[in-house]
């Protein structure tokens, strides 16, 4: 009898033991799945800040490139100088709020290639 009863308990354990080894497979499955969807989602999120830091920098390069076109008196006019335009085009803002307490525009400074085009308009 004691034969029995040490083998009913022997059995017990072996099933008390399968039912906790599954359960850590099945726990250790769903914690790879949460990895790799928080994984995924982290990569997701990289590569949309890298596309719209893409976009961002394309915008203002164009933007940067049309202002460099504009003659000093153009600049002049919409309130900047050369030497403002990265700045001017990377805040964001107005630009009356970029330089806020900073007088930008002083009387336009006429250069050679200004005063010739001038002239060439009046004449």
């Known amino acids: 009898m ?6 009913t308990m022997n059995m017990s354990t072996e099933s008390s033991v399968l039912r906790s080894t599954d359960s850590i497979v099945a726990d250790a499955k769903a914690a790879q799945g949460r990895a790799v969807g928080d ?4 990569l997701g999120h990289s ?13 203002n390069r164009k933007a940067m490139q049309e202002l460099a076109k504009c003659s000093d008196w153009m600049l002049a006019d919409i309130g900047i100088r050369r030497d403002q335009i990265r700045r001017a085009v990377t805040e964001g803002k107005e630009l009356h709020e970029v330089f806020a307490g900073n007088p930008v525009v002083r009387a336009a400074q006429p250069t050679e290639a200004n005063d010739d085009l001038a002239a060439r308009k009046i004449a």
Not at 2 to 7: C, H, M, T
Not at 39 to 42: D, G, M, Q, T, V
Not at 47 to 59: D, E, K, L, S, Y
Request: no cysteine.
């Open 2 to 7: 004691k034969f029995e009863s040490d083998r």
């Open 47 to 59: 590569i949309n800040g890298i596309m719209v830091a893409f976009q961002t920098w394309r915008r």
């Open 39 to 42: 994984s995924i989602l982290r």
